[in-house]
């Protein structure tokens, strides 16, 4: 959550939707990159998609089934 309220410059809500708060298509790769870097992780790129960057909440468990090797929920 944290990477991705700085990176819009303003807190958002973990369901709220990621493009109707501020984030670009730019500002999304960022984001990516950071959270790919704190995380010491890679998204698929298959996974690069509107239903798994729509919001913080997404994103996050994306990132966990990532961190807990659940490929099957990815």
Known sequence: QEIICTQIGHKIKNDD???ENGID???IIE???SI???FNIEFES???NYKMLKSIQT???YV???LNG???NV
């Open 70 to 72: 659940d490929k099957n």
């Open 64 to 66: 966990y089934n990532l």
């Open 46 to 48: 298959s996974m690069l």
């Open 17 to 19: 939707i990621l493009l």
């Open 31 to 33: 984001v990516i990159t």
């Open 59 to 61: 994103i996050s468990l």
């Open 25 to 27: 298509s730019i500002s």
């Open 36 to 38: 790919e870097e704190a």
